[in-house]
C-alpha cells in the first residue's frame, strides 16, 4: 500500500522545491480552482432571494 502523505523534493541546502502529491489530491485542488474562479467570475451577477427563485421556477420564467 502507498503513503498517501505529500513528499517534498530539496535542494542542495535542503530548501523545498517541489512537492509530489497524490493524484487524488491534485484532483480535488483542481476541482477547488475551478470552483473558485466561476465564484469570482460570478460575483456581480444580480443575487436572488430563495422566494424569488421559487417564484421564478412555479411560473415557469427563465432563472
Known sequence: M?????QYL???RGMR????????EYERMLEDL????VVA???DEPVLTLDEL???LA???AV
Open 2 to 6: 502507498t503513503s498517501h502523505r505529500r
Open 10 to 12: 530539496t535542494d542542495a
Open 17 to 24: 522545491t517541489a512537492v509530489v502529491l497524490p493524484i487524488a
Open 34 to 37: 475551478h470552483d473558485l474562479r
Open 41 to 43: 467570475e460570478r460575483q
Open 54 to 56: 421559487k417564484r421564478r
Open 59 to 61: 411560473e415557469g420564467d
